[in-house]
């Protein structure tokens, strides 16, 4: 009777299964509202269990509502429980598109080289924190983040971009995504217009447009933001804020001249708003010093946005901004309503990475590692494909931009090349209004070997030959 097969010397005790067991046949209409169901006696006696666990199992279902028990009258299943049916596996796996092959060459953007990160220091920072980290700061710090990180932060401005910030103005995030989102609260921008760089980072832009953010693009040539395109009109004409990449922009990898960021300056200050300055992987350049951060031109009107997930690891979920004092208030309380702070241990495992200038050096590394490598990818495009293409922006980064004179790289290519193992983004991808950039093509080479971009170049050369265009 009932059909229950119990699983005796598994994890899930006898009750629990029995619980699941009947609750299943009700949801799915194989008991029926109002169907009676054996008493604890008799299940106990089919099942070979204790009436006690019985007892447990229909304890379970009545305090959840599945079942009706009355004094003298046999229990019975309760109405309104049955469910949709559920799409069989089957079913499932007919609707679902075919797997895509396996990957032959990857250039997606934005990704470090896991490999050369040294992991063993990392987790004996780790534990050394949580051992030294006093008790008190094992329940809740504050929204403002560990005071050792926020000192060692400025001091890492200080020496690696000349931003001489304020340990007072550095708030740490769970990532520059849950800045975004608290930012856009912060400025009170729904249904108020994002002034924003087109191309720009898709994450970003559904962050802001997931807060109710009217967007506007703004387009970019090959020193950035085309600021002679900014809106006019008097102060509070409806714009919130201006979000840039004026360091190395994404993802045309233009840097921003110093006459647009006057410009984008004078601009916030007669329309009242801020500049949301996202500097996301301006720490490797190869030509040079860092881009001075926008934030140096006017500290009061830039809200500068910082990370380590390129620095570091993505799942490392820690950046950070340097907020003008005038919002501080505000931060703490939309903060501590969002999740309080985030965790105090790889905080200060990270503060422990930034005073010792294991980071400094790391990244000395990684940025003599990362050029040879677009040194490589060059040579190879190069080699592959002659003088039919031209590379985008400054030397730095993670990812090339690249424009091929004449084709139109568009979603159904980006597939059929997916389709063929070489996984790319085109520009178009990144675009809100779409045609100015549909000849171009972005690689990422960070985490890839030298065999790796090789390969990757000379198999996407033949799939392109493929297409039917002579390169």
Request: with cysteine; hydrophobic share 40%; aromatic share 8%.
């Given at each position: 009777?009932?059909?229950?097969r119990?699983?005796?010397?598994?994890?899930?005790?006898?009750?629990?299964?029995?619980?699941?067991?009947l609750?299943?046949?009700?949801?799915?209409?194989?008991?029926?509202?109002?169907e009676?169901?054996?008493?604890?006696?008799e299940?106990?006696?089919?099942l070979?269990?204790?009436?006690?666990?019985a007892?447990?199992?229909?304890?379970?279902?009545?305090?959840?509502g599945?079942?009706?028990?009355?004094?003298?009258a046999?229990?019975?299943?309760?109405?309104?429980l049955?469910?949709?049916?559920p799409?069989?596996?089957?079913?499932?796996?007919?609707?679902?598109?075919?797997p895509?092959?396996?990957?032959?060459?990857d250039f997606r953007?934005?990704q470090?080289?896991?490999?050369?990160?040294?992991?063993?220091l990392?987790?004996?920072?780790?534990?050394?924190?949580?051992?030294?980290?006093?008790?008190?700061?094992?329940?809740?710090?504050?929204?403002?983040?560990?005071?050792?990180?926020?000192q060692e932060?400025?001091?890492?401005?200080?020496?690696s971009?000349g931003?001489?910030?304020?340990?007072?103005?550095?708030?740490?995030?769970?990532?520059?995504?849950?800045?975004?989102?608290?930012?856009?609260?912060?400025?009170?921008?729904?249904?108020?217009?994002?002034?924003?760089e087109?191309?720009?980072?898709?994450?970003?832009?559904?962050?802001?447009q997931?807060?109710?953010?009217?967007?506007?693009?703004?387009?970019?040539?090959?020193?950035?933001?085309?600021?002679?395109?900014?809106?006019?009109?008097?102060?509070?004409?409806?714009?919130?804020?201006?979000?840039?990449?004026?360091?190395?922009?994404?993802?045309?990898?233009?840097?921003?001249?110093?006459?647009r960021?006057?410009?984008?300056?004078?601009?916030?200050?007669?329309?009242?708003?801020?500049?949301?300055?996202?500097?996301y992987?301006?720490e490797?350049?190869?030509?040079?010093?860092?881009?001075?951060?926008?934030?140096?031109?006017?500290?009061?009107?830039?809200?500068?946005?910082g990370?380590?997930?390129?620095?570091?690891?993505?799942?490392l979920?820690?950046?950070?901004?340097v907020?003008?004092?005038?919002?501080?208030?505000?931060?703490?309380?939309?903060?501590?309503?969002?999740?309080v702070?985030?965790?105090?241990?790889?905080?200060a495992?990270?503060?422990?990475?930034?005073?010792?200038?294991?980071?400094?050096?790391h990244?000395?590394?990684?940025?003599?590692?990362?050029?040879q490598?677009?040194?490589l990818?060059?040579?190879?495009?190069a080699?592959?494909f002659?003088?039919?293409?031209?590379?985008?922006?400054?030397?730095?980064?993670?990812?090339?931009?690249?424009?091929?004179?004449?084709?139109?790289?568009?979603r159904?290519?980006?597939?059929?090349?997916?389709?063929?193992?070489?996984?790319l983004?085109?520009?178009?991808?990144?675009?809100?209004?779409?045609?100015?950039?549909?000849d171009?093509?972005?690689l990422?080479?960070?985490?890839?070997?030298?065999?790796e971009?090789?390969?990757?170049i000379?198999?996407?050369?033949?799939?392109m030959?493929e297409?039917?265009?002579?390169?």
């Amino acid at each position: 009777m009932l059909g229950i097969r119990l699983q005796r010397h598994g994890e899930t005790t006898l009750a629990r299964q029995i619980y699941q067991r009947l609750r299943e046949q009700m949801t799915e209409g194989r008991l029926r509202p109002g169907e009676a169901l054996p008493s604890t006696r008799e299940l106990s006696r089919q099942l070979a269990i204790s009436r006690n666990t019985a007892c447990e199992a229909y304890e379970m279902l009545q305090v959840e509502g599945f079942i009706e028990s009355r004094p003298g009258a046999p229990t019975r299943v309760a109405d309104g429980l049955l469910l949709d049916k559920p799409v069989s596996t089957v079913e499932r796996s007919e609707q679902a598109t075919c797997p895509a092959p396996p990957l032959l060459v990857d250039f997606r953007t934005g990704q470090p080289d896991l490999r050369r990160f040294p992991v063993h220091l990392w987790l004996q920072l780790m534990r050394q924190a949580a051992e030294a980290l006093p008790r008190e700061q094992w329940g809740y710090t504050g929204p403002e983040g560990l005071p050792g990180l926020r000192q060692e932060i400025a001091a890492w401005l200080g020496r690696s971009r000349g931003l001489g910030a304020d340990p007072q103005n550095i708030f740490i995030t769970a990532g520059a995504t849950q800045a975004l989102h608290l930012i856009a609260d912060l400025l009170s921008v729904e249904g108020r217009e994002i002034l924003v760089e087109d191309p720009c980072h898709n994450g970003m832009l559904h962050v802001l447009q997931a807060r109710g953010c009217q967007i506007r693009p703004l387009p970019v040539d090959e020193q950035g933001l085309q600021t002679e395109r900014l809106p006019g009109g008097g102060v509070g004409a409806g714009a919130g804020a201006v979000y840039v990449t004026p360091s190395h922009q994404f993802p045309l990898g233009g840097i921003l001249p110093a006459s647009r960021r006057a410009a984008l300056v004078r601009h916030a200050r007669e329309q009242d708003l801020y500049l949301l300055e996202d500097d996301y992987d301006s720490e490797f350049r190869y030509s040079g010093a860092p881009v001075a951060p926008l934030c140096l031109m006017d500290a009061q009107r830039v809200i500068y946005i910082g990370t380590f997930s390129k620095i570091l690891f993505p799942a490392l979920r820690i950046g950070y901004v340097v907020l003008p004092p005038q919002l501080h208030e505000q931060w703490r309380r939309l903060r501590t309503h969002a999740d309080v702070q985030n965790p105090p241990f790889e905080q200060a495992a990270l503060a422990e990475y930034l005073r010792t200038r294991k980071l400094d050096r790391h990244v000395q590394r990684m940025r003599r590692l990362y050029g040879q490598r677009r040194q490589l990818l060059l040579q190879a495009l190069a080699e592959n494909f002659g003088r039919a293409w031209r590379p985008w922006g400054d030397a730095a980064g993670l990812h090339l931009a690249l424009e091929f004179p004449g084709w139109n790289f568009d979603r159904s290519f980006a597939e059929s090349a997916r389709e063929q193992g070489i996984r790319l983004a085109p520009v178009e991808y990144y675009s809100i209004r779409k045609g100015s950039h549909a000849d171009k093509l972005l690689l990422g080479y960070g985490h890839l070997e030298a065999e790796e971009i090789r390969e990757g170049i000379r198999l996407l050369h033949g799939f392109m030959q493929e297409k039917g265009h002579k390169v």
